[in-house]
């Protein structure tokens, strides 16, 4: 089998997830799997970053073969191999790192760092490239998932500015320790909003349980949610001891997924209001990406923001919007194709980075902003 079009390998091990996707310029994606690590973290109620290491060492070599057998290529007719190099836990980003400098270098193709955010940032363009409807620059993003919380103007690709990050926990951290704090399995996001889905009667759980939306009504577009997880703290002690009821969690759940949209709706929306002020692009668009882009009340919320000011809602199908390879391949070609990595690629002494803000002007904020 021949393709007559550029075809990237990419590779992405920056947490908790050993994924290998096999994309073209078009945006066709020929094979992308994603093997997770739920099993081996659910005991430790969270991430433990050798573990996470150790998975990827025993399995990205099968994933790698098991995608190009997919595909129906062999090495020698891919473009380039693309690897997330950062942010992310270090250990676990050296694996799929490495293993992407060793295929471009013993097939004499260009080797793509990628920045696992960027991939975040520009996967609406990969799925609206498959459907022929390029999604073009310069476009808002909220980007949310359990390391990051960032509104971000994408100005192009390489091309970010920065206008707010948290101040302390990220939306989908925010969401896992509440959802532990109520009782909730691992991985806790995707299991708070499974729970909060069977409340019968959300009026009078969030009478029950009233909960703070932080930095709302604030010009400044930052956030801040560790008051919102302590909140859900004290509902629960207020509680009677011992298991809590199925009805008190949903509950809760529902009460605290409602302030979690509207405390992204209310800053999303006055960061579109200073987008549409100072840019004028061709269809106004805001994108939500990352893992917590996945909750459908959020995408709720942000659907209805970009009705009340006429602006064009997107949010990548379930499947990329959590961490996957599709993505980091897409990135990859974005990057050559922009130029931001000459045709021979980036060197292969580039360094794993556990911090890499998208815009590197940005000022640092107090507590976890000097993350972003």
């Not at 690590?37 to 990827?56: D, S």
């Not at 694996?95 to 097939?107: F, Q, W």
């Not at 109520?182 to 009667?201: F, S, V």
Request: with cysteine; hydrophobic share 45%; net charge negative.
């Amino acid at each position: 089998m021949t393709t007559p079009f550029k075809t990237i390998l990419g590779i992405e091990t920056s947490c908790d997830e050993t994924a290998v996707a096999i994309i073209d310029e078009t945006g066709h994606i020929h094979a992308s799997l994603v093997l997770s690590q739920i099993e081996e973290h659910r005991a430790f109620g969270g991430v433990v970053p050798e573990i996470a290491a150790r998975a990827h060492m025993d399995h990205l070599d099968t994933l790698i073969t098991a995608a190009m057998d997919d595909a129906g290529l062999s090495f020698d007719q891919l473009g380039g191999v693309a690897a997330t190099c950062g942010p992310g836990l270090i250990g676990g980003v050296m694996v799929g790192m490495m293993a992407g400098k060793a295929i471009a270098a013993a097939r004499g193709i260009p080797f793509i760092a990628v920045n696992h955010l960027e991939g975040h940032a520009l996967t609406p363009r990969l799925t609206e490239a498959g459907e022929g409807r390029d999604l073009t620059f310069p476009y808002l993003l909220l980007l949310i998932s359990g390391g990051h919380t960032q509104i971000l103007v994408a100005e192009g690709v390489g091309q970010y500015k920065r206008w707010a990050t948290t101040l302390d926990d990220a939306a989908g951290e925010c969401f896992d320790k509440s959802a532990k704090i109520m009782g909730l399995p691992y991985p806790g996001g995707p299991e708070l909003q499974a729970i909060a889905a069977t409340c019968t009667d959300p009026a009078s759980a969030l009478e029950r349980f009233p909960l703070p939306r932080p930095m709302v009504g604030r010009k400044e577009l930052d956030f801040s949610f560790s008051g919102l997880k302590t909140a859900v703290l004290n509902h629960v002690q207020k509680l009677p001891e011992g298991e809590l009821s199925r009805k008190d969690v949903a509950d809760l759940a529902h009460a605290f997924q409602t302030a979690m949209a509207d405390i992204l709706s209310e800053r999303c929306e006055r960061a579109l209001l200073r987008f549409l002020n100072e840019y004028t692009p061709a269809r106004p668009t805001l994108v939500v990406s990352g893992g917590v882009a996945a909750n459908t009340a959020i995408r709720a919320a942000l659907e209805t923001l970009c009705a009340k000011h006429g602006a064009a809602p997107y949010a990548p199908p379930i499947s990329l919007c959590g961490d996957n390879a599709a993505m980091i391949a897409w990135a990859g070609l974005e990057r050559l194709r922009a130029g931001l990595t000459s045709e021979t690629g980036d060197p292969l002494d580039t360094k794993a980075r556990p911090r890499w803000p998208l815009d590197e002007t940005a000022p640092t904020r107090h507590g976890a902003g000097v993350k972003a």
